[in-house]
Every structure is written in C-alpha cells, then in structure tokens.
C-alpha cells in the first residue's frame, strides 16, 4: 500500500516543475487536488548507510512538518502541509503565491532612492518580532536567512506578512544556547548576504528583546557565541 502511494508520488513528481535541485532535496512547483503546490521531496544520500540515511531522512522530514504545524498553532504564518508521504519523503506544502524572498526585498529596496532606511528598519522590527514568537514556542528553525522568510504582498496592509519557509534542519529545544545560535546562523547571513546593514540587524535584534519573553538568556548567550566566533577568527 505504501509503496503503491509512493509509486503515485513519483508519477506525480515526473510532470511537475522541478524549482531547485539542493544538496539534500528537490524544491518542485505542481497543482495538487486544484491549489498551487510546493513540493519538497529529500533524496538519499549514497554516501551514508542506507539505514542510517533513511533514519535521517525520516527525522528532517518529520521534524520539518512538526515545526511547520507547531508554528502555525501558534499564529506565525508558514505555508499549510497538504500532504507528507513518509515513503518516498515528500511534503506537499502551499505555495505561497505573490511573494518575494526578504532578501530579494531588501536587495531591491537599497537601491531605491527614498525612505530606505526606515523601512529597513521596519521590515526588520517584524521580523524580530516573528522570530521572537517562533523561540517562545521553542521551535529553532536551524537555517536562519533572508532566503527562507518570504514577504506576501498585501495591498495597503501596513503590516508586513512575513512567512518562514524551509524548516528542514528545524527542531524543537528551550535552550536559551540554541536560541542564540538560531540568531547568530541569521546574523553572520544577514551582514554577509546586505553588507553595511548592522543598524538594521540592531534594530531586529531589540524588537526580538522586546517581543520575547525569554530574550534575556536568549541575547546573553548570542552575545557569547558572537565573541567564540570572534576568538575563532582571531586564531584562524
Ligand atoms: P527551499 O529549499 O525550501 O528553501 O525552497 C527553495 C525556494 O523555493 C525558496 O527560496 C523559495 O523561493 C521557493 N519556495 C519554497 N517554498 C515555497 C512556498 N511554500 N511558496 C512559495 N515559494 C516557495
């Protein structure tokens, strides 16, 4: 039965659009039961041991959509889980439609002419606010980047709808330590990805103390991965 639906998985998959072609999986764009779809299907990976590598797969992909549905529990919005086909590791996920990745808006906006660093800034306190929310309900999503917060346009809303995709390395922990690391994977991309932009990150970072209600640890410890970092540099 169960590899009769993979098999059915895999016929789908030949006739749909294949978006990316990553390390660990294949990013396609197809039309399932009628709704724009994204699927995101992890392969093997023929250097490890076929069981090891299938035990790792089934926890990325499990992981994945228990992050997803755990956040969206909680009001943060990531797209709907359609469909999860544990045999052949596909998750069917909504596309969300009318969208640009936050990089891409950043990138465009610093090369507009007007008002750019306000509303940096702004893009920015959303954002430590989405992020703030996401740790309090313990989820770290593990692959921080502009690439994988996308922004929905919404005609005049003066709020930025701001959705978090890939939660592929994503796991569920309290520790103010992951936390941190979560904040410092999206710093260290952040100033590499939107050189000179460190007054916007600060302004993420103190909507997020003020958002979270565990910021206190969280920050200390950012602060402390920020300065192991440093000494690493520093000795490399
Ligand atoms: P990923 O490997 O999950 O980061 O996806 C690769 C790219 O596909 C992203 O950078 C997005 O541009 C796009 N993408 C992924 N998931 C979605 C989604 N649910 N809706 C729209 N685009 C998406």
Not at 46 to 63: F, G, I, M, N, V
Not at 164 to 175: E, R, W
């Amino acid at each position: 039965m169960a590899e009769e639906k993979s098999m059915a998985v895999l016929e789908f998959l030949g006739k749909a659009e294949l978006l990316k072609q990553g390390a660990e999986a294949r990013v396609y764009r197809a039309h399932f039961l009628g709704k724009p779809t994204i699927v995101k299907q992890r392969f093997p990976k023929r250097y490890r041991h076929p069981t090891l590598d299938e035990k790792l797969t089934h926890r990325r992909t499990t992981q994945e959509v228990r992050s997803i549905l755990r956040c969206r529990k909680a009001g943060i919005s990531t797209p709907v889980v359609y469909f999860v086909d544990y045999a052949s590791h596909c998750i069917f996920l909504e596309e969300i439609l009318d969208s640009s990745t936050v990089r891409d808006h950043i990138a465009s906006t610093r090369k507009s002419d007007s008002c750019q660093q306000a509303e940096l800034e702004r893009l920015a306190e959303r954002m430590g606010q989405i992020l703030a929310k996401m740790h309090d309900e313990d989820v770290i999503h593990g692959d921080l980047t502009t690439s994988n917060m996308l922004l929905r346009r919404s005609g005049e809303q003066a709020e930025y709808n701001l959705v978090l995709i890939d939660f592929g390395l994503s796991y569920i922990s309290a520790l103010p330590e992951d936390k941190g690391v979560d904040l410092y994977v999206l710093e260290k991309a952040f100033l590499s990805t939107h050189p000179n932009t460190e007054e916007v990150f600060e302004k993420l970072l103190k909507s997020y103390a003020s958002s979270s209600k565990k910021s206190l640890a969280v920050i200390k410890k950012l602060d402390e991965v920020r300065l192991r970092g440093r000494k690493r540099s520093m000795v490399g």
